[in-house]
């Protein structure tokens, strides 16, 4: 990287902020993205540590006077390259904007710096409130500021949603350098577009978000983890919408094939607990402010699951029985991981996923490729695994990646629900979008970022 330009650098935030030593900064130039699929990062790079939106509105002033490309960094744990810096320039990392800023109980929020991680967040609401934040995509490194840029999802999106619901005000520093606040403790705010969510899910291409102000809710005492067994996927299928429509709403419904159940286990040194027949598992996790709902909810669940014959259920109420479901769950993609091509996100719409799953099945069949399906079922969004051959993407890779994503817009779903767009699913954005709809999009990256120096190469190029 030119002198000049760390020389400015170390002006704004002072030298003990600035890298530029390649061995340094690798830890800075990739993120979670499947190695055989992640861009390369351009090594021209230098990392800057601001302190302040202050010094990240002068480096964002400097950058854009001289069309120097800025990636920002969270805490890394992105899939789909957001965070890799493709082209020479500045990797603009968070990580000392970490305070918690106030926990407003009165109001039911909490509003912290974009560099906060999500186990410091849970860790203050675990020793401090009653209260409790919803949003836990798998990865408790990541950062506030990373989740609301790729509006992140996870398994409890069932009864709360997706990060979008979540966010109330942004505090975010535009390309150009100007503070803009969005938003506010509102409930509702309908004044003029709403900047807000634009904000929300552009995974670093239009604005920098230094703080978040998020919705907290009360901690329900009682939880309990449901595993029903099930011998066909539609069976297990079919029950999900019966369960929602009889309103009882779990925090989340996580489907797993068995044999990936007992190779996630056995990688842990475990033991799947349902073992009483059956070859496919759904995982219900319930909350409940009483012990008596949580007793009778579970009930219900099973006594429905028993209609689309279900072979098989077992409860776990205590924290170690649950916690145990929960890291086999949270497993799922260890024993596959060295052999992983592709971990795709795909969404359809929730009444669909027998279908989805059955023309999955048959592409599986006709690349013979031991694609293994997983996810959150009661969202609709189920991860693939397409699996490499050797170390290597099978030829057929791209031709099979597409024909899956064709086969989810058929049944009106998207190619990304929660990962985000980031460098590696952007080419398949005229499979989702018009023509009209992606210029749109271009006009709003140009609206923000005249210059296009925040995150090149992410969502659109
Ligand atoms: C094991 C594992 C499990 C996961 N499970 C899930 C899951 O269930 N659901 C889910 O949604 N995701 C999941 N993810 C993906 C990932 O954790 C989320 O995308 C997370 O929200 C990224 O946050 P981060 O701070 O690590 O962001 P990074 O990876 O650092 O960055 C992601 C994108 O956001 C931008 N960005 C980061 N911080 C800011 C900021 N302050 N301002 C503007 N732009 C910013 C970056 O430029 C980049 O484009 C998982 C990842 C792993 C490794």
């Given amino acids: 990287m030119k002198d000049e330009i760390i020389e400015s650098l170390v002006q704004i935030v002072g030298e003990d902020w600035v890298l530029d030593d390649l061995s340094k900064m690798q830890g800075y130039l990739y993120d979670e993205t499947e190695p055989l699929l992640r861009p390369e990062a351009s090594e021209d790079s230098v990392v800057v540590k601001p302190g302040s939106p ?54 039911l929020m909490i509003t912290v710096e974009a560099g906060v991680t999500l186990a410091d967040l849970l860790e203050v609401l675990g020793s401090e409130s009653k209260l409790f934040f919803p949003i836990h995509p798998g990865d408790e490194g990541a950062q506030i500021g990373g989740m609301v840029a790729t509006n992140a999802g996870g398994t409890k999106a069932v009864k709360h949603g997706i990060m979008r619901n979540h966010v109330k005000a942004l505090e975010v520093v535009l390309p150009t350098g100007e503070i803009v606040n969005l938003g506010g403790k509102l409930i509702k705010n309908n004044m003029g577009y709403d900047l807000l969510h634009m904000m929300i ?31 066909t996927r539609r069976e297990a299928c079919d029950s999900v919408p019966k369960i929602l429509q009889d309103g009882i709403t779990p925090l989340a419904v996580e489907y797993m094939d068995r044999i990936v159940a007992e190779k996630a286990a056995q990688q842990l040194g475990s033991k799947w607990p349902a073992d009483n027949g059956g070859s496919v598992d759904l995982i219900f996790m319930l909350d409940e402010p009483t012990e008596d709902g949580l007793y009778s909810n579970s009930e219900k669940i099973v006594e429905i699951c028993e209609k689309y014959n279900s072979v098989d259920s077992i409860i776990a109420e205590t924290a170690k029985e649950q ?51 997983l996810g959150h079922i009661a969202d609709g969004n189920i991860h693939n695994f397409i699996m490499g051959e050797n170390g290597k993407l099978p030829s057929y890779y791209e031709e099979l990646k597409e024909k899956m994503y064709k086969t989810a817009l058929k049944y009106g779903g998207t190619v990304t629900a929660e990962h985000g767009t980031g ?35 992410t969502i659109m190029d």
Avoid: C, W
Wanted: no cysteine.
């Fill in 54 to 107: 202050e010094e990240i509105s002068e480096i964002l002033k400097y950058a854009n006077k001289n069309l120097i490309p800025v990636t920002t960094r969270g805490g890394g744990t992105g899939v789909v390259g957001g965070a890799i810096p493709i082209k020479p320039g500045i990797v603009l990392s968070l990580e000392r904007l970490n305070k918690v800023v106030e926990l407003d109980e009165k109001n």
């Fill in 423 to 457: 460098k590696t699913r952007k080419k398949h954005m005229p499979l989702q979008f018009t023509e009209r709809e992606i210029e749109i999009m271009k006009n709003i990256k140009n609206a923000f970022d005249p210059n296009g120096i925040l995150n090149p190469g």
């Fill in 201 to 231: 899910g552009s995974e670093g291409t239009l604005g920098i978000i230094t703080k978040a102000t998020l919705k907290l809710y009360a901690k329900n005492k009682y939880t309990g983890t449901l595993v029903v067994s099930f011998n």
């Fill in 323 to 373: 916690r145990n479901i929960l890291e086999i769950r949270s497993n799922a993609y260890g024993p596959y991981k060295d052999n992983i091509s592709d971990a795709l996100d795909i969404a359809v719409p929730p009444s669909t996923v027998p279908e989805f799953f059955d023309d999955i099945a048959a592409l599986a069949e006709k690349y013979n490729n031991n694609i293994v399906s």
